[in-house]
């Protein structure tokens, strides 16, 4: 479709990614907003709370006291999703009520000492040190032979079900591939064996040729608006060298992605001047198992602010019932992101 169809009328966009459509109604945009308006939290946090229970020296909920750590620090997660050990004799006998059993290790990743800091906020040299942080975590984890796939993901904010404004991570390392993940890897392999082409590597290079929906790049990284992005200000990270896991970058590469990732976030911060909230997490291709040379190294950031800091998109009706839909197109979305300043207001 021409560029001016696709800023002004409505139109369905393919997600070759994982196989999904997602509708686009730009002339929605124009409508009056008369829903829920929600107050911006005005906190400011201390840079050490003794009832916090990942800041350093203190003790946690399960009973353990963590370290007076001076950089990242990671532990098994008290209350766990997942566990190593589980007993087999689940039933699975029947053709629609399946269970099977799931085994698995969760971990949490501090990315500071400092209680009140963001990744926006943190500098490069320690933003670095956290991509390395999952370097290693990762490495550790998939020497376990139950271990498939490790799924490293950040809720960020009180919007997104954070239950700590302390920065950290988590970690889930599992014996199965999620559905998330594994609907990519298909579709990653699925386009190699029709083109021998990488997908990512192909979309990459479009759109860095158009350059509408790139927010920034640098030697290794890009960021950008998906073409087909859901949230309103959804972005996706990339390296520019086909990577298939975190593990395989360089030092420079990881440089480059701390500094990516670091500007990123003070974009996001900027736009509405708080500390954006957001899911994010890395794709990669699994620990064990099956080949996918398909798979390209990859980040979603999911963030579900869309007309102010106080007026978020929410998934409902339609959406829930047939399919995702976006006013705000993601040209739009990119354009505001690329116009924020890279250093994040004080």
């Not at 459509?21 to 400011?44: A, C, F, H, N, Y």
């Not at 991509?131 to 020497?143: G, K, P, S, Y």
């Not at 032979?145 to 302390?166: A, D, L, T, V, W």
């Amino acid at each position: 479709m021409a560029g001016l169809l696709l800023r002004e009328q409505p139109h369905r966009r393919y997600n070759p990614l994982d196989d999904t459509w997602v509708l686009v109604s730009p002339q929605r945009t124009k409508r009056p907003w008369r829903g829920r308006q929600e107050s911006i939290p005005d906190k400011k946090l201390p840079a050490y709370d003794p009832e916090c229970y990942l800041c350093p020296g203190n003790r946690r909920a399960g009973g353990r006291r963590n370290p007076n750590y001076r950089s990242t620090f990671a532990f098994d997660n008290d209350f766990a999703a997942l566990k190593p050990r589980l007993r087999q004799d689940i039933p699975q006998d029947s053709s629609i009520l399946k269970a099977v059993p799931e085994r698995g290790i969760c971990r949490v990743l501090c990315f500071s000492p400092r209680h009140d800091l963001s990744l926006a906020q943190m500098t490069q040299p320690e933003v670095r040190r956290v991509v390395e942080a999952w370097m290693r975590e990762q490495c550790a984890l998939a020497r376990r032979s139950f271990i498939h796939y490790i799924q490293i993901f950040e809720n960020k904010g009180e919007m997104m079900g954070c239950s700590n404004p302390h920065p950290h991570c988590q970690i889930w390392a599992q014996e199965g591939v999620p559905d998330c993940a594994a609907r990519e890897l298909v579709c990653q392999e699925q386009y190699r064996e029709r083109t021998r082409h990488c997908l990512l590597c192909d979309y990459l290079g479009l759109e860095l040729s158009l350059k509408e929906r790139i927010i920034g790049q640098n030697e290794g990284f890009v960021a950008l608006v998906p073409f087909w992005a859901v949230w309103p200000f959804e972005t996706l990270l990339l390296s520019k060298k086909h990577h298939a896991l975190l593990p395989e970058l360089g030092a420079r590469e990881r440089e480059n992605l701390a500094s990516l990732m670091l500007r990123l976030t003070a974009r996001y911060d900027n736009l509405f001047q708080i500390s954006f909230p957001y899911s994010m997490g890395w794709h990669q291709t699994p620990a064990h198992g099956k080949e996918y040379p398909g798979a390209h190294l990859h980040a979603h950031f999911y963030p579900p602010l869309l007309r102010s800091a106080t007026v978020r998109k929410f998934m409902v009706g339609y959406e829930m019932l047939a399919e995702p839909q976006r006013d705000l197109t993601p040209e739009a979305g990119a354009a505001r992101l690329r116009d924020q300043p890279e250093q994040r207001f004080e």
